[in-house]
């Protein structure tokens, strides 16, 4: 044995080390792969051996090379082969990789090894490859270790918690009360270690860290650690959203810690103050500068914060902003953009814009530049296009953007013309007037074909000439311009809308020829016709062929006609007759469903389950083609879409039975009379056409200017007039401040689809009047204090890995719950209609305080009016007390720590003490409050009662067959039994209601029977065994206090002869 | 949390790679190549964040580096972490690789793989900040180290070799001959 030892450590000798690894690989620098693959080839060797040493060094130099897939854990005794394995393992292992299922037992000895930095390594290595396996099996090893002696392990089993939390989520309830305590820690990095895991956790559900909020208020202002400062500042900034109480009480401490002289954040605070006016006067100083900069992007990311909340004062430093567009720091640029985004309105977005594309012009990189083209346009289209006023200036931009070189945002562009064209009707002359000079110019824009996405506006520009053709002035130069033999170079998509359109040009051309007596022009243009399509016809596209030779037989025949005089021009415009009107996506969704129609229903019986599934599916599928996900194509649908409609009408209107729908629906919201009363200003149009080919959008801001200022003093006359009709007080304000955002008209409209409202339109919309829905109400109801974990994991260690096996069950009855929530809310929420207020109560026990019941309340204001200083009062009973602060008297109401605005509802919680739980019970109480109008305020009082069911004193707790039935076999429960008749539901419905209502669950279901188990809040059992037979139901009972489950049965019985 | 951090030098070397969410290893090469671009074209005197970077994370994560001498220290963030917080950060592993390693330099990186990531893994445990103090990190680095000293460490086998092959001629000699110290501060003795 020693000799085969030395064998090794001899061979071992002759071996490299990492440093000479290292040093071979820089010697090699032509052919480092080929170096590199001969030491993994020793390396692997190296692994074989038997010597610890060796191999340790082996996958040292592994490490470096990080090549390697898989290796055996070297488990050793010596630390620091332990540490190079985890290093190696935290470096190549991940969670497909299979060795790590064998690692559980390893890790475990070494999460216990009496060095404390053994232990540390193994939990380093570990938060690098934790799997769900592992984290469900380790869970409770790191839990232990979280309250270790040494500070150093204790943080580093804090932090790792958090990975676990993430992988195997159902250890987070019973390890948070141990987190929470750390909070509290003696050593200030394992206080750090908690506050970072719980502002991570903090980031997913604010909501459930709430309670802890006072601790972290307590933290903030004792603790002097930087780290921990900013990581509070963080969690708080996502907690004041739900508790704005909150957001108060912070404003003093946070100005404190601002203006505290021993806080390090204000020194380098006040230095780049003073920096800041220093740079200006040096120009080159790079430290500065470089701190400035950091300034610049924290405060420009912080302005895009407020800007959501307070977008006034942000509008305000628009200059500020707009010189940052200069900078020559992308990152700082890319920020202002955005911020841009938020700050138009309709007074500066002209400015706002003309100065982006000035910025287009100047912009260097194309990856900028396309960002800035699709701000610009962002920005003009948000929200319905809400901030234009003048549509003119607006396409004009869109065509100043053609120009752009190498733009891949062609089709962006593209889809902006077709929308503004189609939805905006007092601009399609115009429009149309801008493709034509597009069209004409098509040069420009395909100089170098392929190259760039430009050309897609063609596609547009192309569509919108044909489709609005009646607007053109000169229909034969456009359509000769879309026969070119150039435009056989563009795109497939592209040229067949050209041939399309091209045949609608010519419908136009022949119609307004039609009372010509001289008929040559009309037989010009077929000729035209008939000479160029024969090159489409030989497209390599077949859309462009199809289209083309079909167009070409039509033209052919028309030709025929025209030299017999026959009069065509109304057959031919006919082909493309009806107007194209917008329509919502979601619109399909006002069709109702016909009557007789289940959506639902099978129309062939489903194959039966025996057939192998993935046989099927494959037959039927293959064959459907694969969606053509670009946007090009859904162009081509809207038009087959119109087409379609118009053959749809042609055939009502020809059939007898069909009942015509005077105008339709859709038209009725297009022609409000809005359209035609907006003061369309008369535009010199030869201004901007008069430059050859393309528009200029800036003369529109002066324009805009111009139009503004008539409509103001327009305005003042009539108001002048008004103030002389009536001669009172009132208007004054009007005139006499700076004109406001809805002063300005917009000079056209955009057709609006009623379904496409923005988002803030259509909460204004919502009936703020009418109760909550109960899918409303869901989301507030349904969370819990996290410090009633309800998992029984908590109660020892053994129980925790096993509780898979129930759980499965529950989750399919909650999918069952929900289907039944919508129904049956009511009968357990009570509500308590006024006119003022809706209040809507939850009462819940706690788990860990036998005598306590929470109840939630939410409270929703239906008034427009502000509702503040509300106060909750209850009489108390003897049993149940009303928890107030300390130095309350016991008739003194709680304040609701929040105000509600109008529509607004909150959620505030209340603690009663019980005494006894085997009743129920019925308090009263009052819920005072100021009504607050903008002119007057007026105290109202609110009367209520709270009913304390004995099922809110339940508590969902799973319950395994087994110790269920032990439970029952130990013969200290007395019995009851109920019937109920005439129940009409299916079986697991009743039990889903059982289980929502009266907080049980499901131990064991046999067919029409099941038992089922809860626990009061002091430690009641309660288990049931429920059994069905022809819509009747009878439940055995048993409980250790009869009176209690007299009680339940009791509410049991009125739920179910409530449904 | 803090998706990788990642070293390299003026010329794009990769000298530490920490990624704390599994890639793929040609994954991980592109994403250094990508990071290196973008990170090296900037100018010294702009500011040191960076958004995009489209293969780690997307708009959530920023990329928040330091350039020091011929090292580039870029951490890939999300955004719950702190940007000066992380610049802050940075500096602190720099201070501390520089007091670990005297004067540290892109040599010591090279040739110190592993102690570098051991006094990282002190700074930055799966992602999550583990300690921002300075002369802790330090302490329990040295403290690690005295271990592995004390247990004779890797360089200290070629000794245990030596040892070995003197007892099997002297069996008596007690084993914790004091050879092991000299040779741990002269490695290259190793060869001999």
Known sequence: MALKIVKGSIDRMFDKNLQDLVRGIRNHKEDEAKYISTCIDEIKQELKQDNIAVKANAVCKLTYVRSLSTLPFSCNTLFCCTRIGYLAASQCFHESTDVIMLTTNQIRKDLSSPNQYDTGVALTGLSCFVTPDLARDLANDIMTLMSHTKPYIRKKAVLIMYKVFLKYPESLRPAFPRLKEKLEDPDPGVQSAAVNVICELARRNPKNYLSLAPLFFKLMTSSTNNWVLIKIIKLFGALTPLEPRLGKKLIEPLTNLIHSSDSELIVPLSCIAVLISLSSGMPNHSASHVVCVIVKYLGLLAMSKILKTHPKSVQSHKDLILQCLDDKDESIRLRALDLLYGMVSKKNLMEIVKKLMLHVDKAEGTTYRDELLTKIIDICSQSNYQYITNFEWYISI???????????????????????????????????????????????????????????????????????????????????????????????????????????????????????????????????????????????????????????????????????????????????????????????????????????????????????????????????????????????????????????????????????????????????????????????????????????????????????????????????????????????????????????????????????????????????????????????????????????????????????????????????????????????????????????????????????????????????????????????????????????????????????????????????????IVMPQKLKGTLTFIVKNEDSSTHEKLDFKLHFTCTSYLITTPCYSDAFAKLLESGDLKGSSVRLEGVNMPFHHLLARICFHHHFSVVERIDSCASMYSRSIQGHHVCLLVKTADQTVSIDAKCDEPSLLGNVLDEIKQTFSQC | MIKAILIFNNHGKPRLIRFYQYFAEDLQQQIIRETFHLVSKRDDNVCNFLEGGSLIGGSDYKLIYRHYATLYFVFCVDSSESELGILDLIQVFVETLDKCFENVCELDLIFHMDKVHYILQEVVMGGMVLETNMNEIVAQVELQNRMEKSEGGLSAAPARAVSAVKNMNLPEIPRNINIGDINIKVPSLSPF
Not at chain 1, 415 to 436: E, Y
Not at chain 1, 622 to 635: A, C, I, L, V, W
Not at chain 1, 860 to 878: A, G, Q, R, T, W
Request: hydrophobic share 35%.
């Open chain 1, 398 to 916: 869109l065509v100043e953007l053609t120009r752009l070189e190498g733009t891949r945002h062609g089709h962006l562009i593209a889809s902006q013309m077709l929308d503004v064209a189609i939805r905006v009707k007092a601009i399609r002359a115009f429009a149309v007037a801008q493709m034509a000079t597009l069209l004409d110019n098509a040069h420009l824009l395909t100089g170098n074909t392929q190259r760039n996405g430009i050309c897609e506006v063609l596609y547009a520009a192309a569509w919108i000439c044909g489709e609005f053709s009646e607007h053109l002035e000169n229909p034969l130069q456009t359509l000769e311009a879309m026969l070119r033999p150039k435009v056989a170079t563009l795109p497939g998509h592209i040229q067949a809308v050209y041939v399309q359109n091209a045949a609608k040009l010519f419908a136009t051309v022949l119609r307004s020829q039609e009372g010509n007596t001289d008929s040559t022009t009309a037989q010009e243009t077929s000729q035209l016709m008939i000479d160029r399509l024969p090159l489409f016809v030989q497209s390599a596209n077949l859309e462009v062929q199809e289209r083309a030779s079909c167009i070409l037989q039509l033209v052919k025949y028309i030709q025929k006609l025209q030299q017999k005089d026959v009069e065509v021009a109304e057959e031919v415009s006919a082909l493309f007759a009806g107007e194209l009107n917008p329509v919502a996506p979601k619109a399909q969704k006002k069709v109702p469903v016909p009557e007789g129609l289940d959506l639902d229903a099978w129309i062939n019986e489903p194959p039966s389950e025996s057939e192998s599934e993935d046989e099927k599916p494959k037959a039927i599928f293959t064959k459907e083609e694969p969606k053509h996900s670009r946007p090009r194509h859904t162009e081509v649908d809207e038009k087959e879409l119109a087409r379609r409609r118009e053959a749809r009408k042609q055939e009502q209107a020809n059939n007898p039975f069909y009942i015509k729908a005077s105008p339709s629906s859709q038209k009725v919201y297009q022609e409000t009379p809005g359209v035609e009363h907006i003061p369309v200003v008369q535009i010199d149009l030869s201004v901007p056409l008069k430059v050859p080919g393309l528009p200029m959008s800036d003369q529109y801001v002066k324009l805009e200017e111009e139009r503004r200022q008539k409509e103001r003093a327009e305005k003042k006359k009539k108001e002048k007039k008004k103030r002389k009709e009536k001669r009172s007080g009132r208007g004054k304000k009007h005139d006499s401040g700076p004109e406001s955002e809805e002063d300005i008209t917009p000079a056209h409209m955009v057709d609006i689809v009623t379904e496409e409202m923005p988002e803030v339109g259509r909460i204004l919309h919502v009936c703020v009047c009418r109760p909550l829905a109960d899918s409303e109400k869901l989301p507030v109801r349904s969370h819990r204090p996290t410090e009633a974990p309800k998992s029984p994991a908590e109660d020892g260690d053994t129980e925790s890995a096993a509780p898979q096996e129930p759980k499965k069950k529950s989750s399919k009855e909650k999918k069952e719950k929900k289907k039944d929530k919508d129904k049956d809310r009511k009968v357990r929420l009570k509500e308590k209609h006024f006119q003022h207020l809706n209040m809507v109560c939850d009462i819940q026990g706690n788990l860990q305080d036998g005598s306590q019941v929470v109840v939630s309340v939410i409270f929703e204001n239906k008034c427009n009016s502000f509702l503040k200083s509300m106060e909750f009062n209850v009489l108390d009973s003897l049993n149940s007390k009303l928890q107030r602060p300390e130095g309350a008297g016991p008739h003194d109401g709680l304040t609701v720590p929040f105000q509600l605005p109008p529509g607004v509802s909150n959620e505030a919680r209340f603690v009663f003490t019980v005494q006894s």
